[in-house]
C-alpha cells in the first residue's frame, strides 16, 4: 500500500473531465502504482494544492468505488471568488501532474443499521453519496436519492446516478421545472429511516429543520456542509515537549497537519474531532484554546488541560503540549 | 432504581413525554402500569390524542393497573392476557409506524427487553425510546447449551427446562438476547454444583 509522506499520499493525476461548465472529475492513483489505502462510502482527503507560493487544502469528498482502491476520484467546482484554490485546480493541474493528497478520513459514514437511507443532495455535494450509493448497492441497503442541481447544464452527475440506479434517483431541476421539497420527501417514511444531506448551508439546514418538524431524532439525520471540513483560523504556534519542537500553524491548516508537515508523528483516527483518538495534554498556556471538537465535554473544554489537534485552535503567545 | 454491581444490566430511564414526537406508544406490563399511568398524567390532551397504549395484565407480582388506564382518553387501548401477546401487539403497531414515532416502555426487564429487540428490529434508536423498570427484577435467562429462555428466574442456580441441565446464572446481561446467561453449573468438575443463592430481586 501507498506510503504516506508527512501526513500526504503522492497521487498521479491519471484523468481531468469537464462534466458540467463548473465541474472538473479528477482520477487519482498513486505515483508508485501501489494500492491506495481503503476508504468507506462518504470518505473525504483534503487536497494540497500549489498556488502562488502557499498551499490552498481543500477538502474534497471520494467519489469512487470503495471497492477498488487502485484509485481515488473527486469532484471539483470552480469557485472564482474566495480563497481560489478549486480554480487552481481547473487552471493549473494537468493530467500527470503529481499532488499531495491526505489520507481519507469519513465524517459521513452510511448507518449500519438503517432499514431505509433516503440522500439529499445539491449540485456538487452529491460527490460523497457516489460512493455511498456504490457501497450500498454491493452490500444491499435499500435507499433513494433526491439532487436539486441549477439547470439541465449541471446535471450530468444526476444522470450519470439515474442510469445506474435508475428510479432509485430523482433529479430535480433537470429542465422540466421540478423542485425539491424536503418535507414532502421526509414525511410519511417508515421507522428506521436515515436520511444523508450534502449540499449548501441553506439546503442543510432545510433538511434538518424539516426532519425535525417531523419528529425526527439527531441519530437519524446526517449532514455534511461544504465548509465544515477542516480547520482554518489565525496562524499560532505549539511546542512539542518531547522533541522541544516548534510548529508554526498556518491559517490553512490544522494543528495536526502541520505536525505532520514537519516530520512528527501524532496519533489521529477520524481527523474530525469525533474519535477521541488525538487527544493531547495541554502543558503549558498563555491565551486561550479555541476547542472545534465534538469529543471534549464542556468541563474538560474549561479546564484548557486537553486539545484535539485534528480540528482545535488557539489564540496564544504560548502553547506547550505533551506530544 | 435498583443499582446493581452488573455493568451490563440496561441504564433505565424514567418515562416522561418527548415532546418532540408526533406519535406516541408505550406498552406496559403488570407493575409498569404505574409508570405508564405517570406518563400519560403529564401529556396533553393533543399527545394523548395521539397515544397508543399496549398493556399486558399478566405480572409476577400480582399488580394490575387496567382500570385506571381506562380513565385516559387515548387514541388506542390494547390490552393482552400475556407479555408475550404484549411484545407481538407491539411488533404488530411499529410495522406500520412513521419516522416521529416515540416509544416508552415499562414494567420487567424480561419485558423491556424483548420489545426493544422488537423497536430495534425496526431501526429505532435510543434518542425515540424511554424505558422505566417497575416491579420485580427477576431474571430472564437464555440458556448457552440449548438457547431456552426461561422467565421469572429468581435462583443462582437452576434447572434448565429446555435441556435440563442445572445452570448457573451470571451476572452478565446481553442486550441482543435480552437476558442474562446461563452456564452448566458443574461443568468443571460434575456434581460439584456452586452455592446457591436468592439473585437480587
Known sequence: MSEVQHGALRLKVDRIEAVTPEINRYTFSAEDGSWLPPFSGGSHVRVLIPFEEETRRNAYSLMSSPYDTSKYQIAVRRIDEGKRGSLAMHRNVREGDVLLVTTPANLFPVSKHARHHLFIAGGVGVTPIYAQLEELSVKGGSFELHLAVRGPEHAALGRELKALYGDRVTVYGDGDGSRLNSSEILAGRPLGTHTYVCGPARMVNDVIDAAHALGWTESHIHYERFEDLGSTGSPFSVTLARSGAVIEVSPEQSLLEAAEEAGHKLPYLCRGGACGECETEVLELEGTIDHRDDWLSESERCTNKLIMPCVSRATCTKLVLNA | ?201
Open chain 2, 1 to 201: 432504581m435498583l443499582i446493581t454491581g452488573i455493568k451490563s444490566r440496561p441504564v433505565y430511564d424514567e418515562l416522561t413525554p418527548m415532546a418532540s414526537g408526533l406519535r406516541h406508544v408505550a406498552a406496559a406490563q403488570g407493575s409498569g402500569g404505574e409508570p405508564l399511568l405517570r406518563l400519560l398524567g403529564e401529556m396533553d390532551p393533543a399527545q394523548l390524542a395521539a397515544t397508543t397504549v399496549l398493556y399486558s395484565i399478566e405480572s409476577f407480582t400480582g399488580r394490575n393497573h387496567l382500570a385506571d388506564l381506562k380513565k385516559h382518553q387515548v387514541r388506542d387501548l390494547f390490552v393482552f392476557p400475556t407479555n408475550a401477546e404484549a411484545v407481538r401487539g407491539l411488533d404488530t403497531v411499529l410495522a406500520t409506524a412513521q419516522m416521529g414515532t416515540r416509544l416508552y416502555l415499562s414494567g420487567s426487564e424480561g419485558f423491556i427487553g424483548t420489545s426493544m429487540q422488537v423497536a430495534t428490529s425496526y431501526g429505532m434508536n435510543r434518542d425515540e425510546v424511554l424505558r422505566e423498570h417497575a416491579g420485580s427484577f427477576v431474571r430472564r435467562v437464555w440458556c448457552a447449551h440449548c438457547g431456552h429462555y426461561s422467565e421469572n428466574v429468581t435462583r443462582r442456580v437452576f434447572q434448565c427446562p429446555g435441556c435440563e441441565r442445572n445452570l448457573v446464572v451470571r451476572d452478565h446481561y446481553s442486550g441482543r438476547l435480552a437476558a442474562f446467561q446461563g452456564v452448566k453449573a458443574d461443568g468443571e468438575v460434575p456434581g460439584e454444583l456452586p452455592e446457591d443463592e436468592e439473585l437480587d430481586t
